[in-house]
């Protein structure tokens, strides 16, 4: 069974939205660091939000602008990513990480220990 479970990805038309989510059992996802990134063909893996499941705090990347949120439901284990006026540059496959190890880094980067998910298409075309 997988550790990380998303969902939510899908086609948009440009300046629409869409909530990714990311579903983990419940010993992954206390304490926890959590981050989404995204990856398009031929394009280098980019890391947009950072998540701590204790306390909330959020790290964005600057290149988000404001447009995407990350968010809890402590109740079902699951990290959200509302993301807004979307762009034709956000077409990507969207990942969620689990980084067991407690607290988020000073930056965004992939898991030392921990998991990813099967990552979500989202598509923005009109």
């Known amino acids: 069974q997988a550790q990380l479970e998303e969902s939510g990805g899908g086609l948009v038309q440009p300046g629409g939205s869409l909530r990714l989510s990311c579903r983990a059992d419940?010993?992954?996802?206390?304490?926890?660091?959590f981050a989404w990134f995204r990856q398009s063909p031929g394009k280098e893996r980019e890391g947009l939000v950072s998540?701590?499941?204790?306390?909330?705090?959020?790290r964005y990347a600057p290149t988000m602008g404001g447009r995407f949120t990350a968010s809890l439901d402590n109740a079902k284990n699951t990290v959200f990513l509302q993301m807004n006026s979307l762009e034709t540059g956000g077409t990507a496959m969207y990942y969620c990480?689990?980084?067991?190890?407690?607290?988020?880094?000073?930056?965004?980067?992939?898991?030392?220990?921990?998991?990813w998910g099967q990552g979500t298409q989202v598509t923005v075309s009109s």
């Open positions: 990480t689990a980084h067991l190890g407690g607290r988020c880094f000073s930056e965004i980067r992939a898991p030392d220990i921990g998991y």
């Open positions: 419940a010993l992954t996802y206390k304490y926890n660091c």
């Open positions: 998540i701590y499941t204790h306390d909330g705090i959020t």
